[in-house]
C-alpha cells in the first residue's frame, strides 16, 4: 500500500537537508519547526478491506522515533470507533536531524558557525547562502578565514600568492582554493579594494591586487634580412606584453597562428612577424597599439572553434583577415579531413559572409559530422601559394 511510512517522511526532511535549507536555519535562527509533514492515508475502503494492515502501519507510524503523530478519532459503520492518524509533526531541528541520523554533521556544521561569528561575523551569510559548500569545506574552513583576514589587512597586497606569508598555510592552498576565497573575499572586502572588472578564477590575483606573472608573448620576424631584432630569422623572440605593446617594429605584415610548429617553421616573408597565438586569449595583444596600422592575418584551425577564436580577435582588431581558413583549403585537404569532438554552436557576428557560411556549414555539419581540418595538416606548398598571392612571398 502506498501509505506515508518512515522513509517518506525522512525523504521529505531529505529534501530541506539537500536545498541547504535546514542548516541555513541553524545560521539565521529562522525557525522552520514545527512542521508538519505530508501524509497519504488509507482511503475508508482500504480501512475496510485491509484492516489488520491499516492497524499496523499505524502502529509502525506512531512508533516512530522524534514525530508527533495526532490521531483521529472517527466511526465507521462497519469497523466502530477507530483512530487513524491525521497528521505527523517534526517540532525541532534536534528531531529533524536525529531522525535523519544527521546529528554530527550539524553539531561540525554548528560549531563551524560559531567560529565564524567569532572570528568573521560578516561571513555569516555566506555560511547562510552556501551551507552545503561550506561543509564540504569544513576541514579547511579554519584556514580559509585566516586567509581572509590576511587579505583585509593586506588589501591588494601587490606581491606575488607565493610571497603570502601565513603560519601553516601553504599558498598552494591558497591556489587550490581560488575559487570559494573569491567568495568569501567579495563578501567582506570594501568595493574599492577589489577590481570588479577582473573575474572569474583565472583572474583572482588582479581582482584581489595580488601581482600576476607577466604574460609572455612568443614571435618571428620572417624578413631574413630585417636586423631591427637582436634574434635574426628564423630564431624567436619572447618578451611581456608591456614590452611586446612597445615595440614599434617596422613590419608591414603580421600572421597569427595557433599552432607551434607552423609558428616555428612559417616561411620567409619580407617586412612581416609572426606571432604564436593563445586560443581564446587575446588581451595580451590589446596594448600593442601598433597592430591596428598593419595588416594581421590570422591562422587557425578549419572548425568551429578555429571561427570563434577568429571572431574573439576581431573584437580587438576588426580589420583582421583570415589566412588559409577558405573553403578551397578544406576541400583541396579532404584526406586530412579529422573530428573535431566538441563543437561550439554559438553565432558569431564578426565574421565575413563567406567565413559565416562555411562556419554554419561546420557547425550544422551539413558537409560531415565534427569536419575539421587542423591547421598543421594543411601542406607547406599550399601555404607559399597561398602568400605568393597576398604578394607577402
Same mark, same amino acid.
Given at each position: ?19 541547504? =535549507? ?7 535562527? =529562522? ?20 484492516? &489488520? ?66 572570528? $568573521?561575523?560578516?561571513?555569516? *551569510?555566506?555560511?547562510? +547562502?552556501?551551507?552545503? +559548500?561550506?561543509? $564540504? ?8 578565514? =585566516? ?17 603570502? &606569508? ?5 599558498? #598552494? ?18 568595493? $574599492? ?8 578564477i583565472s583572474r583572482f590575483t588582479q581582482?584581489?591586487?595580488?601581482? /600576476?606573472?607577466?604574460?609572455?608573448i612568443r614571435f618571428r620576424s620572417l624578413?631574413? /634580412? ?13 618578451? /611581456? ?6 615595440? !614599434? *617594429? %617596422? ?8 599552432? =607551434? ?39 587557425? /584551425? ?44 554559438? &553565432? ?5 559572409? !563567406?567565413? #559565416?557560411?562555411?562556419?554554419? %556549414? ?11 581540418? !587542423? ?13 605568393? !598571392?597576398?604578394?607577402?612571398?
Amino acid at each position: 500500500m502506498s501509505w506515508t511510512g518512515g522513509a517518506e517522511l525522512k525523504a521529505q526532511l531529505q529534501k530541506l537537508w539537500d536545498k541547504g =535549507e535546514l542548516l541555513a536555519s541553524l545560521v539565521t535562527g =529562522e525557525p522552520l519547526f514545527p512542521r508538519r509533514l505530508t501524509l497519504t492515508l488509507p482511503t475508508s475502503a482500504q480501512m475496510t478491506d485491509h484492516f &489488520d494492515q491499516v492497524r499496523t502501519w499505524i502502529s509502525e507510524l506512531r512508533a516512530l522515533p522524534w514525530c508527533r503523530v495526532e490521531m483521529h478519532r472517527f466511526r465507521h459503520r462497519q469497523l466502530g470507533a477507530n483512530a487513524v492518524p491525521e497528521a505527523v509533526w517534526i517540532d525541532t531541528a534536534a528531531d529533524a536531524l536525529a531522525f535523519m541520523g544527521k546529528q554530527r554533521v550539524a553539531a561540525r556544521f554548528t560549531a563551524l558557525v560559531e567560529m565564524t561569528r567569532k572570528v $568573521e561575523p560578516r561571513l555569516l *551569510p555566506w555560511l547562510a +547562502r552556501r551551507p552545503l +559548500r561550506a561543509l $564540504e569545506l569544513i576541514d579547511q574552513w579554519p584556514s580559509l578565514l =585566516e586567509i581572509v583576514a590576511w587579505v583585509e589587512q593586506h588589501p591588494s597586497p601587490g606581491i606575488y600568492l607565493r610571497q603570502v &606569508d601565513i603560519p601553516g598555510i601553504h599558498t #598552494k592552498f591558497m591556489e587550490l582554493h581560488r575559487g570559494v576565497l573569491g567568495e568569501l573575499l567579495d563578501t567582506v572586502l570594501p568595493p $574599492e579594494a577589489i577590481v570588479q572588472s577582473a573575474a572569474g578564477i583565472s583572474r583572482f590575483t588582479q581582482r584581489y591586487g595580488f601581482r /600576476d606573472k607577466p604574460v609572455l608573448i612568443r614571435f618571428r620576424s620572417l624578413d631574413p /634580412d630585417d636586423r631591427s631584432f637582436p634574434c635574426r630569422f628564423p630564431g624567436e623572440i619572447t618578451l /611581456d606584453a608591456g614590452s611586446f605593446a612597445a615595440l !614599434e *617594429p %617596422d613590419v608591414s605584415r603580421v600572421f597569427i597562428t595557433e599552432n =607551434e610548429i607552423n609558428f616555428l617553421a612559417f616561411p620567409p616573408v619580407q617586412d612581416s612577424m609572426i606571432i604564436f597565438g593563445s586560443g581564446y586569449g587575446f588581451e595580451m595583444l590589446c596594448r600593442a597599439g601598433w597592430l591596428n596600422r598593419c595588416p594581421v592575418h590570422y591562422w587557425g /584551425d578549419l572548425d568551429t572553434h578555429g571561427f570563434a577564436i577568429l571572431n574573439q580577435l576581431r573584437t580587438f582588431f576588426p580589420h583582421v583577415k583570415s589566412f588559409l581558413m577558405d573553403r578551397g583549403t578544406l576541400q583541396a585537404f579532404e584526406l586530412q579531413w579529422g573530428e573535431e569532438v566538441k563543437q561550439t554552436h554559438c &553565432d558569431l557576428s564578426h565574421l565575413t559572409p !563567406e567565413e #559565416k557560411t562555411i562556419y554554419d %556549414d561546420l557547425r550544422y555539419n551539413r558537409i560531415r559530422q565534427g569536419l575539421r581540418l !587542423e591547421q598543421e595538416r594543411v601542406g607547406f606548398g599550399w601555404v607559399q601559394s597561398a602568400l605568393a !598571392e597576398l604578394g607577402a612571398d
